[in-house]
């Protein structure tokens, strides 16, 4: 089974950094995606991070470690741009397992 | 962009009619999903197949079929709709990497 946790919401203004985490269960654990969701829209893909550390990409970072279950997405030069929904997934090893999403992080980008 | 398309996009319907959506892709992706998004509930997964007649329940799988005759095609069926289905519902496809998503269709249950 799975279990993951992100904050239900966040808030920040432009051009600050943001960190949001997301805490995981998952038997099996391959990966852990990140996507974006915009209001009224599909998500969309960000990261998928493998092995433990930082992988950065522009202006979102994300981090993986996989012996505490944990990850964070870190955006750097917040833009209002930015304001949507944020959803981490954690990607199970067994072949024929769906991903399953956490509930997400809304964050809205204030000027 | 990923060739996933569903349709219909907006659906009203009458309680306890049946409802069929669809979800063709032209990218022969071995997975595909469907998902609903509530407010409160984040992106919850209904179904979900890893091939040709090879399918699987989600955890909100309840009133809800699905069938995967054809690679391309993914058919979600509400064999009798209710107001607690009114949601977006979200398909995807992947080949064991990222997911990529349909832009959804909205169903209004009255």
């Known amino acids: 089974g799975q279990n993951i946790d992100q904050p239900t919401e966040m808030t920040a203004t432009e051009g600050a950094i943001v960190q949001i985490n997301c805490t995981y269960q998952?038997?099996?654990?391959?990966?852990l995606f990140w996507y974006q969701q915009h209001a009224g829209e599909a998500p969309t893909f960000l990261s998928y991070?493998?092995?433990?550390g930082l992988e950065e990409k522009g202006r979102f970072s994300s981090f993986l470690s996989r012996s505490k279950g944990y990850s964070y997405l870190l955006l750097k030069e917040l833009q209002m741009k930015d304001s949507a929904s944020y959803l981490c997934a954690p990607e199970a090893n067994q072949a024929g397992t769906a991903l399953i999403f956490g509930k997400g992080t809304t964050l809205s980008v204030s000027s | 962009d990923a060739g996933i398309t569903q349709s219909p996009r907006h659906k009203v319907t009458e309680t306890g009619t049946p409802v069929t959506l669809r979800c063709h892709q032209t990218?022969?992706?071995?997975?595909m999903y469907w998902y609903r998004q509530d407010p409160g509930h984040g992106l919850r997964l209904i179904h979900y197949s890893y091939g040709v007649k090879d399918t699987d329940k989600g955890e909100v799988s309840d009133g809800y079929s699905v069938s995967r005759s054809k690679t391309e095609d993914f058919l979600l069926t509400l064999e009798s709709a209710t107001s607690s289905q009114t949601s977006v519902y979200f398909c995807a496809i992947s080949q064991g990497a990222e997911a990529f998503f349909g832009q959804g269709t909205r169903l209004t249950v009255v």
């Open positions: 990218e022969n992706h071995r997975y």
């Open positions: 998952t038997s099996g654990f391959n990966g």
């Open positions: 991070n493998v092995l433990d």
